[in-house]
Protein backbone atom coordinates (compact mmCIF):
# COMPACT_ATOMS: atom_id res chain seq x y z
CA UNK A 1 0.00 0.00 0.00
CA UNK A 2 1.41 3.68 -1.05
CA UNK A 3 1.80 6.19 2.09
CA UNK A 4 -0.80 8.92 1.64
CA UNK A 5 0.51 12.06 0.22
CA UNK A 6 2.27 14.42 2.77
CA UNK A 7 -0.15 17.38 3.56
CA UNK A 8 1.50 20.81 2.16
CA UNK A 9 3.59 22.71 4.03
CA UNK A 10 3.17 26.40 1.82
CA UNK A 11 -0.10 27.54 0.81
CA UNK A 12 -0.23 30.62 -1.31
CA UNK A 13 -4.07 32.56 -2.13
CA UNK A 14 -4.36 35.20 -5.02
CA UNK A 15 -7.41 37.63 -4.31
CA UNK A 16 -8.62 40.70 -5.77
CA UNK A 17 -10.73 42.30 -3.31
CA UNK A 18 -9.96 45.43 -1.71
CA UNK A 19 -12.96 45.30 1.08
CA UNK A 20 -13.32 43.07 3.71
CA UNK A 21 -15.78 40.55 2.31
CA UNK A 22 -17.20 37.56 3.49
CA UNK A 23 -15.39 35.75 1.08
CA UNK A 24 -12.18 37.76 1.74
CA UNK A 25 -12.70 37.04 6.00
CA UNK A 26 -13.27 32.98 5.82
CA UNK A 27 -9.95 33.50 3.56
CA UNK A 28 -8.38 34.84 6.55
CA UNK A 29 -9.54 32.99 9.26
CA UNK A 30 -8.43 29.80 7.23
CA UNK A 31 -5.25 31.13 6.66
CA UNK A 32 -4.93 31.98 10.72
CA UNK A 33 -6.40 28.18 11.50
CA UNK A 34 -3.88 26.45 8.75
CA UNK A 35 -1.05 27.89 10.33
CA UNK A 36 -1.73 26.43 13.53
CA UNK A 37 -1.90 23.07 11.67
CA UNK A 38 1.52 24.08 11.02
CA UNK A 39 1.09 25.33 7.27
CA UNK A 40 2.06 28.43 6.29
CA UNK A 41 -0.30 30.66 4.40
CA UNK A 42 0.78 33.89 1.97
CA UNK A 43 -2.03 35.94 0.75
CA UNK A 44 -1.75 38.08 -2.89
CA UNK A 45 -3.88 41.01 -2.79
CA UNK A 46 -4.27 42.52 -6.63
CA UNK A 47 -4.15 46.39 -5.67
CA UNK A 48 -5.49 48.70 -8.11
CA UNK A 49 -2.10 51.25 -8.42
CA UNK A 50 -2.55 55.03 -6.75
CA UNK A 51 -5.44 53.94 -4.28
CA UNK A 52 -4.35 54.33 -0.52
CA UNK A 53 -4.01 50.42 1.33
CA UNK A 54 -7.24 48.35 1.09
CA UNK A 55 -9.15 48.21 3.97
CA UNK A 56 -8.51 43.80 3.34
CA UNK A 57 -5.12 44.69 3.66
CA UNK A 58 -5.63 46.79 7.11
CA UNK A 59 -7.53 43.75 8.43
CA UNK A 60 -4.74 41.01 7.32
CA UNK A 61 -2.47 43.07 9.50
CA UNK A 62 -4.10 43.25 11.97
CA UNK A 63 -5.16 40.06 12.12
CA UNK A 64 -1.04 38.88 11.38
CA UNK A 65 -1.82 36.99 8.25
CA UNK A 66 1.00 36.94 5.91
CA UNK A 67 0.71 38.89 2.73
CA UNK A 68 1.94 40.83 -0.40
CA UNK A 69 0.21 43.21 -2.17
CA UNK A 70 0.83 43.78 -6.70
CA UNK A 71 -0.32 46.45 -7.73
CA UNK A 72 -2.49 46.92 -10.98
CA UNK A 73 -2.73 49.24 -13.88
CA UNK A 74 -6.15 48.34 -15.23
CA UNK A 75 -8.25 45.11 -16.61
CA UNK A 76 -5.24 44.19 -19.10
CA UNK A 77 -2.09 44.55 -17.25
CA UNK A 78 0.45 41.88 -18.09
CA UNK A 79 2.79 42.46 -15.31
CA UNK A 80 0.31 41.93 -12.65
CA UNK A 81 0.98 37.65 -13.72
CA UNK A 82 4.61 38.32 -14.07
CA UNK A 83 4.87 39.93 -10.70
CA UNK A 84 2.46 37.02 -8.89
CA UNK A 85 4.09 34.52 -10.77
CA UNK A 86 7.82 36.04 -9.12
CA UNK A 87 6.08 35.91 -6.00
CA UNK A 88 4.69 32.25 -5.86
CA UNK A 89 8.42 31.29 -7.42
CA UNK A 90 10.30 33.29 -4.46
CA UNK A 91 7.57 31.62 -1.78
CA UNK A 92 7.52 27.92 -3.36
CA UNK A 93 3.80 27.26 -2.58
CA UNK A 94 2.75 23.39 -2.68
CA UNK A 95 -0.89 24.58 -3.53
CA UNK A 96 -2.47 28.09 -4.96
CA UNK A 97 -6.17 29.40 -4.08
CA UNK A 98 -7.31 31.68 -6.34
CA UNK A 99 -10.86 33.53 -5.27
CA UNK A 100 -12.32 36.04 -7.58
CA UNK A 101 -12.55 36.42 -11.50
CA UNK A 102 -9.03 38.69 -11.33
CA UNK A 103 -6.89 35.93 -9.62
CA UNK A 104 -8.54 33.45 -11.45
CA UNK A 105 -7.24 35.45 -14.77
CA UNK A 106 -3.50 35.56 -13.02
CA UNK A 107 -3.50 31.76 -12.84
CA UNK A 108 -5.23 30.75 -16.14
CA UNK A 109 -1.99 33.22 -18.03
CA UNK A 110 0.41 31.54 -15.28
CA UNK A 111 -0.72 28.12 -16.93
CA UNK A 112 -0.53 28.96 -20.38
CA UNK A 113 2.40 30.20 -19.96
CA UNK A 114 3.92 26.90 -18.22
CA UNK A 115 3.37 27.38 -14.64
CA UNK A 116 2.80 24.35 -12.70
CA UNK A 117 1.54 25.31 -9.33
CA UNK A 118 -1.52 23.15 -8.32
CA UNK A 119 -4.55 25.34 -8.41
CA UNK A 120 -7.32 25.15 -6.55
CA UNK A 121 -9.99 27.65 -8.16
CA UNK A 122 -12.78 29.15 -5.41
CA UNK A 123 -16.07 30.14 -6.60
CA UNK A 124 -17.94 32.33 -4.12
CA UNK A 125 -20.94 33.70 -6.24
CA UNK A 126 -21.34 36.06 -8.82
CA UNK A 127 -22.54 39.75 -8.37
CA UNK A 128 -24.22 42.10 -10.33
CA UNK A 129 -22.52 45.35 -10.80
CA UNK A 130 -22.32 46.67 -13.49
CA UNK A 131 -21.87 45.06 -17.16
CA UNK A 132 -18.50 45.37 -17.55
CA UNK A 133 -18.15 43.33 -14.13
CA UNK A 134 -20.83 40.90 -14.82
CA UNK A 135 -18.57 39.99 -18.05
CA UNK A 136 -15.57 39.48 -16.11
CA UNK A 137 -17.78 37.05 -13.61
CA UNK A 138 -19.05 35.39 -16.87
CA UNK A 139 -15.57 34.82 -17.92
CA UNK A 140 -13.82 33.66 -14.66
CA UNK A 141 -16.27 31.15 -14.28
CA UNK A 142 -15.04 29.79 -17.91
CA UNK A 143 -11.40 29.86 -17.18
CA UNK A 144 -12.16 27.99 -13.57
CA UNK A 145 -12.03 25.11 -16.06
CA UNK A 146 -8.28 25.30 -16.25
CA UNK A 147 -7.72 24.50 -12.81
CA UNK A 148 -6.98 21.03 -10.95
CA UNK A 149 -10.33 21.30 -8.81
CA UNK A 150 -12.83 24.05 -8.28
CA UNK A 151 -14.39 24.41 -5.06
CA UNK A 152 -18.14 26.02 -4.91
CA UNK A 153 -20.23 27.05 -1.46
CA UNK A 154 -23.58 25.40 -2.44
CA UNK A 155 -24.52 22.06 -4.42
CA UNK A 156 -26.37 24.63 -6.82
CA UNK A 157 -23.06 26.30 -7.71
CA UNK A 158 -21.31 22.50 -8.08
CA UNK A 159 -24.50 22.03 -10.96
CA UNK A 160 -23.70 24.74 -12.75
CA UNK A 161 -19.62 23.56 -12.75
CA UNK A 162 -20.82 19.65 -13.14
CA UNK A 163 -19.29 19.72 -16.87
CA UNK A 164 -16.20 19.33 -14.56
CA UNK A 165 -17.03 16.58 -12.74
CA UNK A 166 -15.20 15.15 -9.58
CA UNK A 167 -13.01 17.85 -9.86
CA UNK A 168 -15.90 19.86 -8.03
CA UNK A 169 -15.79 20.02 -4.41
CA UNK A 170 -18.45 22.09 -2.17
CA UNK A 171 -16.88 23.32 1.31
CA UNK A 172 -19.60 25.08 3.31
CA UNK A 173 -18.08 28.87 4.75
CA UNK A 174 -17.74 28.23 8.17
CA UNK A 175 -19.42 30.18 11.31
CA UNK A 176 -16.32 32.48 12.56
CA UNK A 177 -15.53 33.37 15.81
CA UNK A 178 -17.27 37.00 16.52
CA UNK A 179 -14.52 39.93 15.89
CA UNK A 180 -13.08 42.09 18.40
CA UNK A 181 -14.87 45.36 18.36
CA UNK A 182 -12.37 47.83 15.92
CA UNK A 183 -14.16 51.22 16.78
CA UNK A 184 -14.87 51.94 20.64
CA UNK A 185 -17.82 54.38 18.87
CA UNK A 186 -19.44 52.37 16.69
CA UNK A 187 -21.82 51.25 19.40
CA UNK A 188 -22.57 54.61 20.01
CA UNK A 189 -22.89 55.77 16.43
CA UNK A 190 -25.68 52.93 15.40
CA UNK A 191 -27.46 53.95 19.03
CA UNK A 192 -27.81 57.37 17.89
CA UNK A 193 -28.77 56.37 14.35
CA UNK A 194 -30.97 53.96 15.26
CA UNK A 195 -32.58 55.90 18.42
CA UNK A 196 -36.61 56.35 18.84
CA UNK A 197 -37.39 53.58 16.56
CA UNK A 198 -40.07 51.63 17.55
CA UNK A 199 -39.76 47.86 17.98
CA UNK A 200 -39.19 44.90 16.95
CA UNK A 201 -36.08 46.06 14.73
CA UNK A 202 -36.16 44.07 11.03
CA UNK A 203 -32.75 43.96 9.89
CA UNK A 204 -30.55 43.34 6.62
CA UNK A 205 -26.70 43.34 6.82
CA UNK A 206 -25.12 42.72 3.41
CA UNK A 207 -23.77 44.05 0.14
CA UNK A 208 -25.93 46.89 -1.65
CA UNK A 209 -25.84 45.26 -4.50
CA UNK A 210 -29.14 43.58 -6.90
CA UNK A 211 -28.70 40.09 -6.44
CA UNK A 212 -28.79 40.68 -2.49
CA UNK A 213 -32.63 41.45 -2.85
CA UNK A 214 -32.58 44.80 -0.73
CA UNK A 215 -35.29 46.19 -2.98
CA UNK A 216 -37.65 43.41 -2.44
CA UNK A 217 -37.08 44.04 1.52
CA UNK A 218 -38.28 47.42 1.01
CA UNK A 219 -41.19 46.17 -0.73
CA UNK A 220 -42.08 43.68 1.97
CA UNK A 221 -41.53 46.38 4.47
CA UNK A 222 -43.81 48.89 2.52
CA UNK A 223 -46.70 45.89 3.05
CA UNK A 224 -46.04 45.55 6.24
CA UNK A 225 -46.05 48.94 7.70
CA UNK A 226 -49.28 49.83 5.03
CA UNK A 227 -50.75 46.76 6.83
CA UNK A 228 -50.63 47.99 10.21
CA UNK A 229 -47.56 46.38 11.74
CA UNK A 230 -45.63 48.75 13.93
CA UNK A 231 -41.80 47.58 13.62
CA UNK A 232 -38.89 49.54 12.16
CA UNK A 233 -36.40 48.37 9.50
CA UNK A 234 -32.56 48.31 9.45
CA UNK A 235 -30.12 48.07 6.67
CA UNK A 236 -26.43 47.32 7.39
CA UNK A 237 -24.04 47.83 4.46
CA UNK A 238 -23.32 49.16 1.52
CA UNK A 239 -22.43 48.99 -2.36
CA UNK A 240 -23.66 50.86 -6.07
CA UNK A 241 -27.26 50.18 -5.16
CA UNK A 242 -27.77 52.52 -2.06
CA UNK A 243 -28.74 55.41 -3.70
CA UNK A 244 -31.45 53.38 -5.53
CA UNK A 245 -32.91 52.27 -2.19
CA UNK A 246 -32.52 55.24 -0.34
CA UNK A 247 -34.99 56.47 -3.20
CA UNK A 248 -37.32 53.92 -3.40
CA UNK A 249 -37.53 54.18 0.33
CA UNK A 250 -38.74 57.69 -0.09
CA UNK A 251 -40.57 56.96 -2.96
CA UNK A 252 -42.65 54.18 -0.56
CA UNK A 253 -42.91 56.77 2.19
CA UNK A 254 -40.54 54.15 4.38
CA UNK A 255 -38.05 57.19 5.58
CA UNK A 256 -39.30 57.47 9.25
CA UNK A 257 -38.87 53.76 9.86
CA UNK A 258 -36.13 52.43 8.06
CA UNK A 259 -32.63 53.69 8.53
CA UNK A 260 -29.40 52.96 6.33
CA UNK A 261 -26.91 52.33 8.62
CA UNK A 262 -23.85 52.31 5.54
CA UNK A 263 -20.49 50.18 6.40
CA UNK A 264 -20.02 48.70 10.03
CA UNK A 265 -16.57 47.62 11.13
CA UNK A 266 -18.06 45.90 14.45
CA UNK A 267 -21.27 43.90 13.05
CA UNK A 268 -21.96 42.27 16.24
CA UNK A 269 -23.42 45.96 17.44
CA UNK A 270 -26.06 45.50 15.05
CA UNK A 271 -26.78 41.50 15.33
CA UNK A 272 -27.52 42.76 19.13
CA UNK A 273 -30.26 45.12 18.28
CA UNK A 274 -32.14 43.15 16.04
CA UNK A 275 -35.55 40.88 16.68
CA UNK A 276 -35.35 39.43 13.42
CA UNK A 277 -33.04 38.92 10.44
CA UNK A 278 -33.92 38.96 7.13
CA UNK A 279 -32.01 37.56 3.62
CA UNK A 280 -33.77 38.64 1.11
CA UNK A 281 -30.62 37.45 -2.19
CA UNK A 282 -32.00 36.87 -5.06
CA UNK A 283 -28.74 34.15 -5.38
CA UNK A 284 -26.57 33.13 -3.05
CA UNK A 285 -23.76 30.62 -2.29
CA UNK A 286 -22.96 30.43 1.77
CA UNK A 287 -23.62 34.04 3.05
CA UNK A 288 -21.46 34.97 6.10
CA UNK A 289 -24.45 37.29 7.35
CA UNK A 290 -26.50 34.37 7.35
CA UNK A 291 -24.31 32.31 10.03
CA UNK A 292 -23.60 35.24 11.35
CA UNK A 293 -27.23 36.09 12.41
CA UNK A 294 -27.30 32.31 13.95
CA UNK A 295 -24.30 32.87 15.93
CA UNK A 296 -25.90 36.13 17.23
CA UNK A 297 -29.30 33.83 17.99
CA UNK A 298 -31.31 36.26 16.06
CA UNK A 299 -34.63 34.95 14.45
CA UNK A 300 -34.27 34.30 10.66
CA UNK A 301 -36.08 34.72 7.99
CA UNK A 302 -34.12 34.27 4.28
CA UNK A 303 -34.58 33.25 1.12
CA UNK A 304 -34.07 29.56 -0.11
CA UNK A 305 -31.15 29.89 -2.27
CA UNK A 306 -27.84 28.71 -2.64
CA UNK A 307 -26.79 26.65 0.48
CA UNK A 308 -29.40 28.22 2.71
CA UNK A 309 -31.51 25.32 2.64
CA UNK A 310 -28.56 23.02 3.02
CA UNK A 311 -27.59 24.82 6.19
CA UNK A 312 -31.07 25.17 7.80
CA UNK A 313 -32.85 21.86 6.48
CA UNK A 314 -35.96 21.39 7.89
CA UNK A 315 -35.35 22.82 11.17
CA UNK A 316 -36.30 25.61 12.84
CA UNK A 317 -33.13 27.74 12.36
CA UNK A 318 -34.86 29.87 9.66
CA UNK A 319 -38.41 30.45 7.90
CA UNK A 320 -37.25 30.15 4.22
CA UNK A 321 -39.46 31.71 1.17
CA UNK A 322 -39.41 31.58 -2.44
CA UNK A 323 -36.85 34.46 -3.72
CA UNK A 324 -37.98 37.62 -5.40
CA UNK A 325 -41.45 37.71 -3.10
CA UNK A 326 -42.05 40.29 -1.18
CA UNK A 327 -45.79 39.11 -0.08
CA UNK A 328 -44.23 35.70 1.22
CA UNK A 329 -41.18 37.88 2.69
CA UNK A 330 -43.82 39.91 4.49
CA UNK A 331 -45.63 36.97 5.60
CA UNK A 332 -43.02 34.91 6.91
CA UNK A 333 -41.75 38.32 8.71
CA UNK A 334 -45.38 39.12 10.18
CA UNK A 335 -45.65 35.42 11.44
CA UNK A 336 -41.90 35.56 13.52
CA UNK A 337 -43.11 38.72 14.85
CA UNK A 338 -46.52 37.58 15.88
CA UNK A 339 -45.54 34.04 17.34
CA UNK A 340 -42.13 35.38 18.83
CA UNK A 341 -38.94 33.01 19.06
CA UNK A 342 -39.44 29.62 20.40
CA UNK A 343 -36.93 27.05 22.25
CA UNK A 344 -36.77 24.92 19.28
CA UNK A 345 -35.82 27.64 17.06
CA UNK A 346 -32.72 28.35 19.70
CA UNK A 347 -31.90 24.86 19.86
CA UNK A 348 -31.95 24.58 15.62
CA UNK A 349 -29.79 27.89 16.01
CA UNK A 350 -27.05 26.13 17.83
CA UNK A 351 -27.18 22.63 15.96
CA UNK A 352 -26.12 24.88 12.85
CA UNK A 353 -23.48 26.82 14.47
CA UNK A 354 -22.15 23.44 16.21
CA UNK A 355 -22.11 22.02 12.47
CA UNK A 356 -20.73 24.24 10.61
CA UNK A 357 -17.53 25.35 12.57
CA UNK A 358 -14.33 26.70 11.38
CA UNK A 359 -12.89 23.30 12.25
CA UNK A 360 -14.97 21.35 9.79
CA UNK A 361 -13.80 24.06 6.99
CA UNK A 362 -10.16 23.25 8.32
CA UNK A 363 -10.65 19.80 7.89
CA UNK A 364 -12.33 19.70 4.83
CA UNK A 365 -9.05 21.78 2.75
CA UNK A 366 -7.03 19.50 4.76
CA UNK A 367 -8.64 16.39 2.73
CA UNK A 368 -8.69 18.48 -0.20
CA UNK A 369 -5.07 19.21 -0.36
CA UNK A 370 -3.88 15.71 -0.07
CA UNK A 371 -6.27 14.71 -3.18
CA UNK A 372 -4.53 17.28 -4.65
CA UNK A 373 -1.00 16.56 -4.02
CA UNK A 374 -1.87 12.59 -4.66
CA UNK A 375 -3.16 13.48 -8.24
CA UNK A 376 -0.01 15.13 -8.55
CA UNK A 377 1.86 12.74 -7.71
CA UNK A 378 -0.17 10.16 -10.13
CA UNK A 379 0.34 12.29 -12.88
CA UNK A 380 4.36 12.68 -11.76
CA UNK A 381 4.95 9.30 -12.14
CA UNK A 382 2.82 8.94 -15.61
CA UNK A 383 4.99 11.61 -16.93
CA UNK A 384 8.54 9.38 -15.55
CA UNK A 385 6.92 5.99 -17.06
CA UNK A 386 6.24 7.50 -20.48
CA UNK A 387 9.66 9.12 -20.35
CA UNK A 388 11.28 5.64 -20.00
Known amino acids: MSASPPLPGRVAAVIGTEAVSGP ?6 LAQALEAQGIRCLLVLLHRRGRPPSPFEKYLAAAGVEHRVVEDRGPIDWRVAREVNRILRDWNPFIVHTHDYKATAVLYVLRALGARYPWVGFFHGSTTKDLKDRVYDWVGQRLLGAADHIVVMSTAQAHTFRRHGSRVRIIYNAVLPEAQQISPTEGGRIAEQLGGL ?48 EEQCGRQRLDSAVRFLGHVDDMAVVYKRLDVFVLPSRSEGL ?57 AAA ?6 VQNFTLERRVTAHLELYADVLADRARVTRSRRIKSW
Do not use: H, W, Y
Request: with cysteine; hydrophobic share 50%.
Open 287 to 343: PNALLEALRADVPVVATAVGAVPEVVGASAAARLVPPGSPAALAEAIRAVMLEGDSP
Open 198 to 245: PRPLIGVVSRLSSEKGVDVFLDACAMLFQNGCTASAVIAGDGPERARL
Open 347 to 352: ASRREV
Open 24 to 29: GRQLAA
